[in-house]
């Protein structure tokens, strides 16, 4: 008998800028996406350059179809995908939306219905309108709440019959690690403080509560949910200072599931604050539009990390850095890899809100080889991904077994696509090969890898034979 919910929401993620391309098209405005050509860590660009692997990505905008029937081959029941804002609103402060852009996504989501594949649409996922960015200072200015609140009316009404399941903003946590890619704030990370940050953090917070509200008036049967990086923070050693150290970074990752599952601000958040002097500016009526509490926690999980009170080595960690864990490996790009870590999470999240939760990112990235196999047929023995999926999907069952009340997985990067943190090709998370490289080239055709027939499988017997 399987453990898994007769229900459970099988299936894989992706996002806009990272897939889809067509970047100047139908009326698209850019997005901050356009202008990181080489992930967080290099420089920003002026202008779109060609380097850019996000501009073209694999071509998706195009291709959906085919990518859509590949997809439904393993038998997804979900398929999580962003909007592209900037299709949307082509600058983010207009009145009127681009309509070409809205028809993309009503025939894509359409075509996921088709085969019965449940659409989860991320609002906001790392691709705020470029004009945002550079006018307002993106998410920094109270202003965004308007101009967000117009582009989710806008979809929630188009889409109302189509999609039920949303998320308001991807890994809304990170905007105090990463705040031009996760918050498009353009001013320099070393300029901003923790507390210009949390004011950035705070609008976004009322944003997600507001969609919340206004979603369930447009369609009461909506489901929408946050979306974090989930990471547990291990301290380091038993020593107390470590666990002090691990319960205060953990602080700041929590203070976002805390206001959207609890309605307001946790009181530690004062005390983060107070190191830098001053508070969250809030307006008449925030504290009552924080009430509109999600109706699901969703996350990404990929890795764990440690803390320590000592200055240790680094360890290369997602987007929120960290020490090394002595007892892990790393992947390729020094992800600690932590099946473990999983149930875990799962666990201590549910235990402190009690709410369904939905894990809508997990996978393996690394370098594949294509090959050609003995029929002739060219794909990618990926048994490393296996691996990592089978060992991450034994804890989830696990958890299950915990009572953790789990409503979906979603493995990252179901099909290949351009990296989010390194804006690379060469880091692979699919099921489905593309033939893309760094440098541009590549016939862009798609090819499948071995983990496609076993993820198939994974889902046929909802999740027994692994
Ligand atoms: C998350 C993002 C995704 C995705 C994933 C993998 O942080 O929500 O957009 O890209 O991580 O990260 P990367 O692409 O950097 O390997």
Redesign the pocket.
């Known amino acids: 008998m399987s453990k898994f919910p007769k229900d459970f929401l099988w299936g894989g993620a992706v996002?806009a800028n990272?897939c889809e391309g067509a970047y100047n098209e139908d009326g698209k405005g850019l997005s901050i996406q356009d202008i990181i050509p080489h992930?967080i860590k290099g420089p920003i660009s002026e202008e779109p350059t060609s380097d850019n692997m996000k501009l073209v990505g694999i071509d998706f905008y195009h291709r959906y179809k085919e990518d859509i029937k590949l997809l439904a081959g393993m038998g997804f029941k979900v398929f999580r995908t962003s909007i592209a804002w900037s299709r949307i609103f082509p600058k983010g402060d207009e009145k009127e939306p681009n309509e070409k852009g809205l028809q993309f996504y009503d025939d894509l989501f359409d075509e996921c219905r088709k085969y019965g594949m449940e659409p989860l649409v991320t609002i906001s996922?790392?691709e705020t309108p470029l004009h945002l960015a550079k006018e307002y200072d993106g998410w920094r200015s109270r202003k965004l709440i308007g101009f967000y609140e117009n582009y989710v009316r806008t979809i929630f009404t188009r889409y109302k019959d189509k999609v039920k399941y949303w998320l308001t903003f991807?890994?809304i946590n990170?905007v105090l690690h990463a705040p031009l890619m996760s918050g498009g704030i353009y001013t320099p990370k070393e300029e901003l403080t923790i507390n210009d940050l949390l004011q950035a953090a705070h609008h976004e917070l009322v944003a997600s509560a507001l969609a919340t509200k206004i979603g369930h008036e447009i369609n009461p049967e909506f489901k929408i949910g946050c979306m974090v990086?989930a990471m547990p923070i291990y301290p380091l050693t038993p020593n107390p200072d470590d666990v002090i150290k691990m319960m205060e970074s953990d602080h700041e990752n929590l203070l976002f599931t805390d206001v959207h599952v609890r309605g307001k601000y946790p009181n530690y958040v004062k005390r983060i604050l107070s190191k830098m002097g001053g508070e969250i500016k809030m307006e008449p009526g925030d504290e009552e539009i924080l009430k509109n509490t999600v109706d699901f926690i969703s996350f990404?999980y990929?890795m764990s990390i440690c803390e320590s009170a000592k200055p240790a080595a680094k360890g290369e960690g997602?987007?929120l850095g960290g020490v090394a864990n002595p007892h892990l490996e790393s992947s390729d790009?020094g992800w600690q890899i932590d099946p473990k870590g999983l149930r875990y999470v799962l666990n201590t999240m549910y235990d402190r809100y009690q709410k369904p939760l939905f894990i809508v990112?997990n996978g393996l990235?690394a370098v594949d080889q294509l090959i050609t196999d003995e029929n002739g047929n060219k794909t990618v023995d990926d048994t490393y991904r296996i691996n990592y999926l089978k060992k991450h999907i034994e804890q989830i069952a696990e958890a299950i077994e915990d009572g953790v009340e789990l409503m979906g997985y979603t493995t990252?990067?179901c099909i290949d696509l351009v990296?989010?943190?390194?804006a690379e090709l060469k880091?692979r998370?699919g099921f489905i090969y593309v033939d893309r490289n760094d440098d541009g080239s590549g016939s862009l055709e798609r090819y499948k890898k071995k983990s496609y027939d076993w993820y198939k499988k994974v889902i046929e017997s909802n999740g027994e034979d692994l």
Do not use: V
């Not at 990296?419 to 390194?422: D, G, I, L, M, N």
């Open positions: 996002a990272q992930g996922h790392y991807n890994e990170s990086i990404s990929y997602n987007l790009w990112e990235g990252w990067g990296s989010a943190s390194t880091k998370y």
